[in-house]
């Protein structure tokens, strides 16, 4: 897999809730705007959409998921602050309303125009109003000094809602993506614009279409119409808003930025082959890289984060967590995303003066699997169980 995801960017079926039959929205919802949409795309654009992220090599191999599940009951997981406040986002919405954005997340205009398309680095901003640009810009530099590994061709961009509105963006995505002719994604880049521009949907700045961030590295696949794309690290504008409506705006930019990065480490040593199935193996490089970022975040030579932001970052980890036992993009739940950071902490601020040594990433990957056990180590509570001497005291 060369594209990994900060935060899984769960299937549209699952967040938007479309498993039931829709239901008939108010007559003032432009339906027919949503159903135009679904004739331009081609018939099969489902499969086609799965079948060119399997050729770029974005999709995890789902062949031993079955043996792999996890025991859910071994695990205590629930849901977050973050994950609460994103279904709030989408609580009011009509099965219509949810029907269009799952075909808009689909297309992905946002997250491939930033994959294939980069804009010129002066005209990036991060946050909807470019209120994390400065700290980013800040940040990445000094990812880049603190690790072991060439950075150079590594590029971060961001990914915004709003890219669905210009038809021109969204027409060169759809000949990339579907192979559709000049004229045929002229046609559906338009219906795009007019689903994406409902009230609704916010102009297209609706959290839900911009609330993840990936690395990603082709590893010598080229894409047909692009080329060889560069190595990207991609935040979108919805997790930033989210970690900023829980208040936890002031440190998980970093700690996003620091995770991807942590991705491109071990794209680039070797750090994700693993002989454990899927989901163990995500959960494993998801959990790394929220150690890298952790150790990187409180280290005296890096970003160097006093304990109160400490505390921050690794509250945003653990909102972060998911329990997706069964599915190949299971990246921890939130106590076991916590202890990641918590372990990639300690390794940080036990670094000892006068030189702050940096641990080289691939003694501290080493680390960090002996220590790996510990952190997903099963933690549900358990039924009491009575020895044959307290069962026999109790029949008396």
């Excluded at 045929?184 to 409902?198: C, D, F, H, K, T």
């Amino acid at each position: 897999m060369r594209k990994s995801l900060a935060l899984p960017l769960v299937t549209a079926v699952a967040v938007l809730g479309l498993s039931a039959p829709a239901q008939a929205a108010p007559a003032d919802r432009p339906q027919e705007l949503i159903a135009q949409l679904q004739q331009l795309l081609p018939a099969d654009y489902e499969q086609r959409v799965a079948e060119f992220d399997r050729r770029l090599g974005i999709d995890d191999d789902l062949s031993d998921v079955a043996r792999a599940v996890l025991n859910p009951d071994d695990y205590e997981c629930e849901s977050t602050q973050l994950k609460d406040w994103l279904n709030s986002t989408i609580a009011g919405w009509t099965d219509e309303d949810r029907l269009g954005a799952s075909i808009l997340l689909l297309v992905n205009t946002p997250m491939y125009d930033a994959l294939f398309f980069p804009e010129p680095e002066q005209q990036r901003f991060f946050g909807l109003d470019g209120e994390y640009t400065t700290v980013l810009r800040r940040t990445f530099p000094d990812l880049k000094r603190f690790w072991d590994i060439d950075a150079s061709g590594i590029e971060m961009l961001p990914a915004h809602g709003n890219a669905m509105l210009d038809t021109a963006r969204t027409a060169r995505v759809l000949q990339v993506v579907f192979g559709s002719s000049p004229e045929e994604a002229r046609e559906a880049a338009e219906a795009v614009r007019e689903v994406a521009g409902l009230p609704v949907y916010d102009n297209g700045d609706a959290p839900i279409f911009t609330f993840n961030a990936f690395a990603y590295s082709p590893e010598g696949v080229e894409v047909p119409g692009v080329g060889l794309p560069t190595d990207k690290i991609v935040v979108g504008d919805g997790v930033l808003a989210g970690f900023r409506s829980v208040g936890l705006g002031d440190v998980a930019p970093q700690a996003i930025l620091g995770h991807e990065f942590g991705h491109h480490i071990q794209y680039q040593q070797g750090l994700r082959e693993s002989d454990l199935p899927a989901p163990e193996a995500t959960r494993r490089t998801e959990l790394m890289a929220d150690s890298f970022s952790s150790y990187f975040l409180a280290h005296r030579r890096g970003a160097n984060m006093r304990w109160v932001r400490i505390k921050h970052f690794i509250d945003a980890f653990g909102n972060i967590g998911d329990c997706n036992f069964d599915s190949p993009n299971h990246h921890g739940t939130p106590n076991q995303r916590t202890r990641a950071a918590e372990w990639g902490t300690l390794m940080g601020v036990l670094a000892l003066p006068p030189f702050y040594r940096v641990v080289p990433s691939r003694t501290l990957a080493a680390s960090f699997d002996k220590a790996l056990p510990r952190m997903v180590r099963p933690d549900a509570p358990r039924q009491v169980e009575l020895t044959p001497a307290e069962k026999t005291a109790g029949r008396i």
